[in-house]
């Protein structure tokens, strides 16, 4: 049957299928402010009676102005008394008139903390309808995805119980337990080269261990490759440098490496592993060659893209993917965390300098606080200045504010977003950082984008020795007088032979101070006039480092598939754990430029 290209602005539909889901994006994009009012009503209207509105006295009003005018703007620790009573059990609609019917945890890295996020069950219709229209936007950009499957490696973690009996786990885990993921049906553009039998064993070796197995033996037909975030397909790989020698003897005799237990997951795996000495020859011969780069290319040869999150801190993972891809592109596709799923990117083949994403006016009801980091601002002054999805003003940068059908209520999220234009009346962003301040020592404020801006300058020193930055972590350092910025970095050497031990001190003492001058004018006045700040300090800590942290955190009960390296560190254990790894301390060897006129 022939499919109407008209339907969609964005190009040509892959099938009739996908014309439908581009036609639903240009009609809710188009009409994106009655979608608003459209949505923001149906909220206040189910919700009238709930404990949190009747507190405020809207009296039943679903208007913009009323809401506006009566509810304040909120964060997570204003709903803490609210949360905890319904985790406590209390099942009065004190949020939403809906149950709730689970807790979603945050990465357990936003703000050092994991919070839980109420959800109810229709949100899963939401989340699963901001899915579907992944794949309709991706086929417009690459042909010929129904032809092969997608190495995607996912995770669950197993659920914890709030006090009153509701389950606590991250968004993705509650997503992949779902009808919606385990009973999805057949679709020729999204099928997957691991089982659900592997996505879903609770235990984080034996399912990664199952996924890459599964990925090699179907090789040729792999057309991405892909996780959550770019540091989760870096442990898939690094999972496959540890781990080649048992899984290409698995496929050379056709027996299942004898850790694989779980039931479910080994009678699966068991159905579908046969020898093959062809291939455990071929994997061998690739992996046992100790240069690495383009690894997964010569591996997974037909891949066409990376699917992966690159945007915010994950854009420090970019040079490392692109060595073990072979340049690669990578395709960043949505905007989502555990409090809502925002929108997608409708140009997911763009360089990540250039993701931005199109929110979806019917996910939630949206607001944008302007950003202005000098403002000390509280809630009631606030809402005179939030701005609605589509009136804000290109180039400037806003802080997202969220009023979700589970129950979150002008809801301050964190992110930081710049406008960088619109989809129809719908504004297009770029993810700029997370709000909150990495490191400060006297009055200077460091955050997450300085930070790795820094370490990305800096970085481009270490060139000369074929080597790479391929993690870090930072703290602040009050225990000295004056205080100083502490650096751990885990680099990736690719020719060892050109390391020499003093040639490499002098080198890294200049990263040191290449970092200081990529910082801000209040840190240089600091270290510069005031004395207030003492050199930076590089500690570069043994290959594997940031593996065993991730291992650390995920025991503690983060989850796999969210994780992300904190940026800043200052919790005891995990401040030991990098300390006894150390290899090499290196320090700024002089000042940094600063000037008053500098100064702002």
Not at 283 to 293: A, I, L, P, T, Y
Request: hydrophobic letters at 35%; one cysteine or more.
């Amino acid at each position: 049957m022939a499919v109407d290209s008209s339907l969609s602005p964005l190009g040509p539909p892959a099938c009739e299928k996908d014309a439908k889901a581009l036609k639903f994006i240009e009609e809710t994009t188009r009409n994106a402010d009655p979608v608003q009012e459209r949505v923001l009503a149906e909220i206040l209207a189910r919700n009238a009676e709930t404990e949190y509105l009747k507190r405020y006295k809207l009296g039943g009003a679903t208007d913009r102005e009323t809401f506006k005018s009566k509810l304040p703007i909120i964060s997570y620790e204003d709903l803490q008394p609210e949360i905890q009573r319904i985790a406590n059990g209390d099942r009065s609609p004190i949020l939403s008139a809906h149950p709730i019917s689970e807790f979603l945890t945050s990465s357990g890295t936003s703000a050092g903390e994991r919070k839980l996020m109420p959800t109810i069950q229709e949100e899963l219709d939401r989340r699963q309808l901001l899915y579907s229209l992944l794949m309709p936007v991706m086929n417009l950009c690459v042909p010929g995805l129904d032809k092969g499957k997608g190495l995607y490696f996912l995770f669950v973690k197993s659920e914890t119980k709030t006090p009153g009996g509701l389950l606590a786990r991250p968004v993705l885990t509650s997503y992949y337990k779902s009808e919606h993921f385990k009973n999805r049906p057949y679709d020729p553009y999204n099928v997957y080269t691991s089982p659900n039998e592997a996505i879903l064993c609770p235990d984080s070796f034996q399912s990664m261990y199952a996924q890459m197995l599964c990925g090699l033996l179907e090789r040729n037909q792999v057309l991405r490759l892909g996780a959550v975030f770019a540091s989760g397909l870096l442990r898939a790989i690094r999972f496959l440098q540890l781990n080649w020698q048992q899984l290409v003897n698995d496929i050379r005799t056709g027996t299942l490496n004898p850790k694989i237990t779980e039931p479910n997951l080994k009678s699966c795996m068991d159905g579908i592993l046969k020898p093959d000495s062809e291939l455990a020859d071929f994997v061998s011969k690739q992996c046992g060659d100790e240069n690495w780069d383009g690894i997964l290319t010569r591996i997974w040869p037909n891949t066409k893209y990376l699917d992966v999150i690159v945007t915010g801190a994950m854009a420090q993972y970019i040079p490392t993917l692109e060595y073990y891809s072979g340049g690669l592109p990578m395709a960043c596709t949505m905007y989502a965390s555990s409090e809502c799923y925002f929108g997608l990117n409708l140009n997911p083949m763009c360089k990540p300098s250039e993701v931005s994403y199109t929110i979806m006016p019917n996910m939630a009801y949206f607001e944008f606080l302007p950003y202005d980091p000098n403002s000390a601002s509280r809630g009631d002054s606030m809402a005179t200045r939030l701005v609605d999805l589509v009136n804000v003003e290109v180039g400037r940068e806003y802080e997202l504010v969220i009023t979700t059908y589970a129950g979150l209520y002008r809801y301050r999220v964190g992110d930081i977003l710049r406008v960088t234009g619109f989809h129809n009346s719908a504004p297009q962003f770029h993810f700029v950082r997370r709000k909150n301040v990495l490191l400060s020592i006297d009055s200077d404020k460091t955050d997450e984008a300085e930070l790795q801006l820094a370490v990305e300058n800096a970085s481009k020193l270490l060139r000369s020795f074929n080597a790479s930055v391929v993690e870090y972590t930072s703290y602040a350092d009050t225990t000295t007088i004056p205080g100083h910025y502490v650096i751990y970095w885990e680099l990736l050497v690719k020719d060892s032979a050109n390391l020499e031990t003093e040639s490499v001190d002098s080198v890294m003492s200049q990263c040191c101070l290449a970092m200081e001058e990529s910082l801000n004018s209040v840190y240089r006045q600091g270290r510069v006039a005031d004395n207030s700040i003492g050199p930076l300090e590089i500690r570069v800590v043994k290959s594997g480092t940031f593996e065993e942290l991730m291992d650390y955190a995920i025991s503690r009960g983060a989850s796999i598939n969210q994780y992300k390296v904190p940026r800043c560190v200052n919790f005891t254990p995990i401040m030991e754990l990098l300390d006894s790894r150390v290899v090499s301390k290196h320090f700024s060897p002089s000042l940094p430029h600063w000037t008053p006129e500098r100064r702002r």
